[in-house]
């Protein structure tokens, strides 16, 4: 199967053409000339799903969407503290301004698109797909800007140059056209791609799907979630660990992805002369964030398999809590609790290759007599459940990525998971649930429940009626989807925030209620002309 093969390019002047795309190189031409034909529209297309790449998998994009919740707490190399614990949020947060500009640009390159595809020269049936993908990208686009700044600047008309001022829209203007531009997605994608990574017909339902749920249509959530789960060919692979192996990224669970290249120099890292508006580290990055150091510790150092350690995220106490390991194999699957010994010369009398040398616990755990290290539940955590060792913890391992050829690469090709076919059970059950039909959204649950058991335990992974609750179906959404960045998105949709950010201990105690958006980047404020209409959002100074 191919892969789309993206290429990021300047809507205001094509000075050079990115190394990802060597078929047409437009550099010499101006973007009249070079979008009024299908092979030069085509790098417009693929440009605009670029910007994907600058959220999911990346430090980025984490920080945004699952830092700042229930869920995580800072490791000892967390940069932005105050995403994560709130800590002195200001509108000078680089990681804010940064998504910011990428998002817009995002926005004016489907905006620029869409106002010139009547004249790309295409066909009417490859018009037709290429203009519901920028319809579709819009509608993503703006979902994560409405979500994370409320009622900011709108447009849906290219902007060639220099504009100075900024509009104020409200909310449900957003919505409006997101749900526009998915009805188009909708009606006039196709069920299938040749090119992985492009929309499709499911994955506009499946987004369709998340977007009522968020603005309160259950009845038409519920319909299009089943829709995906029943009329196309998804499934639940049987094992939840599958899920993350390396070299079954593309399986009949995943919806839509962003993908990222084997070939690493087809990634979106940033070259001077090649590649200049690409990211820094480039590729996916999940597997830095959240490994805890290891290789400090005796008996081990730092291999490929055990990953480059950025120690950058810890998970709370309570995400640990949400699981009981014996019966639940999604505890195994998502984290790292053993290390294995790598490094005789370091290691204790005793110690063998691959011998334990580091357990990580979130039980209390008595270690005499032991000959390697164990971090348990009270040398990791304080008592109130704050973060207390910040450097030794259990990590999530799902997007570990074993095949990295070098020690210290920091890109991997792992593809990022944008829908996956299990987010559709839990949205119908969420659905249903605010239906009043608590029965039916256990039946959903107990789908996925069941998938997730250790073998010999399906029994007592099955929920009755009685159990759901707005609550349970978050810790569910958890439990399945922890790390996959929806985790601030769900706690916002739901009003639940404020309340469960308690049981992140270290960020609640610094979280206040205007916290539920974003501050305005600083430099955007400076901007604009129109500072009167176009002020920060309450809270931030």
Not at 2 to 16: D, G, P, Q, Y
Not at 152 to 162: A, C, P
Request: neutral net charge; charged residues 25%.
């Amino acid at each position: 199967m191919k892969r789309i093969i993206i290429m990021l390019l300047s809507v205001a002047l094509l000075a050079a053409c990115n190394k990802q795309l060597e078929e047409y190189n437009p550099s010499g031409l101006t973007t009249d000339q070079v979008f009024s034909t299908p092979d030069g529209f085509e790098t417009l297309v693929n440009a605009a799903y670029s910007y994907n790449r600058w959220w999911y998998g990346k430090e980025e994009g984490y920080s945004l969407s699952e830092m700042g919740t229930d869920l995580w707490t800072s490791g000892t190399g967390d940069k932005y503290i105050d995403l994560t614990q709130y800590y002195n949020l200001q509108a000078s947060n680089t990681v804010v301004s940064g998504l910011w500009k990428q998002l817009y640009a995002a926005i004016n390159l489907c905006n620029t698109g869409l106002g010139r595809i009547d004249k790309a020269g295409y066909a009417d049936d490859k018009k037709a797909i290429r203009n519901a993908e920028l319809h579709f990208l819009r509608a993503f686009y703006y979902w994560h800007i409405v979500e994370m700044w409320g009622g900011v600047h709108f447009t849906v008309t290219e902007t060639s140059g220099v504009e100075t001022t900024a509009n104020r829209t409200v909310v449900d203007s957003f919505y409006a056209l997101i749900f526009r531009d998915l009805e188009t997605a909708v009606n006039n994608l196709p069920v299938t791609t040749t090119d992985y990574g492009r929309a499709t017909k499911p994955a506009a339902q499946a987004f369709l799907a998340r977007m009522c749920l968020t603005r309160g249509l259950n009845a038409r959530a519920a319909a299009l979630a089943d829709s995906v789960i029943n009329n196309y060919s998804f499934v639940l692979l049987p094992k939840y660990a599958d899920l993350w192996r390396m070299d079954n990224l593309q399986n009949k669970e995943v919806v839509w992805a962003v993908n990222y290249m084997k070939n690493l120099v087809f990634d979106d890292r940033v070259d001077a002369s090649l590649y200049p508006g690409g990211h820094p580290r480039g590729a996916n990055n999940g597997h830095l964030m959240f490994a805890m150091k290891y290789d400090d510790l005796p008996g081990m150092q730092r291999d490929i398999l055990n990953g480059r350690p950025f120690n950058r995220y810890m998970p709370s106490l309570f995400l640990l809590n949400l699981f009981n390991e014996q019966v639940d194999s999604r505890y195994n699957a998502t984290f790292k609790s053993v290390w294995l010994c790598n490094n005789i010369k370091t290691a204790p009398a005793g110690m063998k290759l691959g011998d334990t040398a580091v357990v990580c616990s979130k039980y209390v755990v008595d270690a005499t007599g032991k000959n390697y290290r164990v971090y348990d539940r009270n040398t990791t955590y304080n008592t109130d459940e704050g973060g207390k060792d910040r450097t030794h913890y259990v990590s999530l391992q799902k997007f570990d990525d074993p095949t990295r050829a070098a020690v210290g690469e920091e890109e991997s090709s792992r593809d990022a998971f944008v829908i996956r076919l299990a987010e559709m059970y839990l949205i119908a059950a969420e659905a249903q649930f605010n239906l009043n039909n608590s029965s039916k959204a256990a039946d959903y649950i107990n789908v996925i429940r069941k998938r997730a058991a250790v073998p010999g335990h399906e029994a007592e992974m099955v929920i009755s009626a009685a159990d759901i609750s707005l609550d349970f179906i978050l810790d569910e959404r958890a439990r399945e989807l922890v790390g996959e960045q929806l985790r601030w998105f769900d706690l916002k949709r739901t009003g639940k925030l404020a309340d469960r950010i308690k049981k992140s201990p270290d960020a609640a105690k610094y979280f206040q209620p205007y916290h539920v958006l974003r501050p305005i980047p600083q430099d955007q404020i400076d901007a604009v002309t129109n500072k009167s209409e176009f002020t920060q959002n309450i809270g931030y100074q």
